[in-house]
């Protein structure tokens, strides 16, 4: 049976997360009729918005966020979200499209994305302080903005430090 104070933390963080989200869009709202929304390419803004998505999907799913678009510093590219999963240490691609094709956005996290994520997970891991290095898995995170409904598709442990089979293969 589950201890109570965590099922109710549970639910907490389910209300505080889903009140969040809709504090950040209506502040995005505001931000665009003001006029004083970014002026980025419209891939760039559907990218930033299904990175919030993905991020309330993680708080309410229980993970704890600690970092969002973490860079290396002299590494190429990004890691779009960071999140611990008890123990478990999670970096997560993002990736978004307006429309279900006939490509799934999965498929767009390719064997240079994947090297790319490694070689950052590995650097994001030597900053940890501590002697033990964590558990990490990699996954994606596939979201699908169409006409005003959100869905995100979790793709847990979808690749590991080494080369394998994706399990969308």
Request: charged letters at 25%; one cysteine or more; glycine letters at 10%.
């Amino acid at each position: 049976m589950s201890n109570p104070v965590q099922a109710s933390g549970g639910l907490l963080v389910r209300v505080g997360a889903g009140w969040l989200e809709r504090v950040v869009a209506g502040l995005d709202w505001l931000a665009r009729r003001s006029g004083r929304a970014q002026s980025l390419p419209a891939h760039l803004l559907v990218g930033l918005e299904g990175e919030d998505v993905a991020y309330f999907h993680l708080l309410r799913s229980g993970y704890t966020v600690v970092a969002r678009r973490w860079s290396g510093g002299h590494l190429p590219g990004d890691i779009d979200m960071v999140a611990w999963q008890g123990e478990l240490l999670c970096f997560f691609e993002v990736k978004t499209r307006t429309a279900r094709d006939m490509t799934p956005a999965e498929v767009a996290v390719d064997n240079h994305k994947r090297n790319v994520l490694r070689r950052l997970a590995r650097q994001y891991v030597r900053q940890l302080p501590g002697e033990l290095a964590p558990q990490v898995r990699f996954d994606v995170l596939s979201v699908y903005l169409e006409g005003g409904k959100k869905d995100v598709v979790h793709f847990e442990n979808a690749f590991g430090w080494r080369e394998g089979r994706r399990d969308w293969e």
